[in-house]
């Protein structure tokens, strides 16, 4: 698939301008969205995203332009795999200080991962910062999950704790957990990425369900101790987590199985 075009401002194989902004300083954000017969189901969900991450970061961005782009790229795409799109603050000075000058827009395609129901995790050593200014957004400055993801081995997905020792999200997917007091799910207010399936499974799936679930502070030895226990993101949708740093944890048990089934009722592409 290397030899598909690449967009660069609704252009096809586009120049990356050297100035630009999410090269020098990492100002801008990103959305990696599960492209499904030539549609992306959660297409609402991620611009929702996006549009609060550029109004946090001083990004103009115009609803019509990127959808426009990525259409042109669908275009041109197979029409299942995954979508990548990057929106910088554009190539405005070679300083800090932002000029307010157009955004720069990227669209990428990659294959669909090989599927996994169950996951493996390992607790990283490394710890998230503590910024609520920069909590659950997903900017273009991933150096946290970079250093965390040295420490893993391949068969192993990380379980990332910040500096206070809370839980916050796995290495690529948000965190649920059932307890004895029912469903948790870490809050997000200092740290972490407010995924897209996380909003989705609070907004719609629980509720149609009557599942109750808290967003709340989460110890390490809530996730050890829970009875069901799994990751999500967009690409990938539901994993339950089978393993923690090579202890057994129970297999993918009625609640997780009820998710998953209305999950890909509702969005066919995460059924298998």
């Known amino acids: 698939m290397t030899d598909l075009p690449v967009f660069v401002n609704g252009a096809a194989d586009g120049t990356v301008n050297s100035a630009d902004r999410g090269l020098h300083y990492g100002h801008g954000l990103f959305e990696t969205m599960r492209l499904c017969g030539g549609t992306l189901p959660l297409w609402d969900w991620h611009w929702s995203r996006l549009c609060r991450g550029t109004a946090a970061l001083g990004i103009p961005l115009d609803r019509e332009t990127v959808w426009n782009d990525v259409r042109r790229a669908c275009s041109q795409w197979p029409a299942d795999g995954v979508i990548k799109l990057m929106v910088t ?8 200080r932002h000029d307010g000058g157009p955004c720069n827009r990227y669209l990428f395609y990659r294959p669909l991962p090989v599927p996994r129901d169950f996951i493996h995790l390992r607790v990283c050593d490394y710890r998230l910062p503590v910024n609520p200014r920069l909590a659950g957004l997903k900017h273009l400055n991933r150096l946290d999950q970079v250093l965390a993801a040295n420490e893993l081995p391949p068969d192993r997905d ?5 500096t206070e020792g809370r839980v916050i999200e796995g290495l690529a997917g948000n965190l649920f957990l ?17 995924g897209v399936m996380r909003d989705y499974l609070l907004a719609e799936i629980f509720p149609a369900l009557g ?3 808290r967003e709340t502070g989460v110890a390490l030895s809530q996730v050890h101790a829970a ?6 993101n967009a690409v990938r949708g539901i994993q339950a987590v089978t393993a923690i740093d090579g202890s057994d944890h129970p297999l993918a048990a ?19």
Do not use: N, Q
């Not at 009875?227 to 999500?232: G, K």
């Open 254 to 272: 009625d609640e997780i199985r009820r998710i998953k089934t209305e999950l890909a009722r509702r969005l066919p592409c995460f059924a298998a």
């Open 178 to 194: 059932r307890t004895a007091d029912g469903w948790l799910t870490p809050d997000l207010g200092g740290a972490g990425v407010r």
């Open 158 to 162: 990380g379980l990332l704790l910040d």
């Open 211 to 213: 599942l109750a679930v």
């Open 89 to 96: 603050a554009g190539s405005g000075g070679m300083a800090y």
């Open 227 to 232: 009875r069901e226990l799994f990751l999500c």
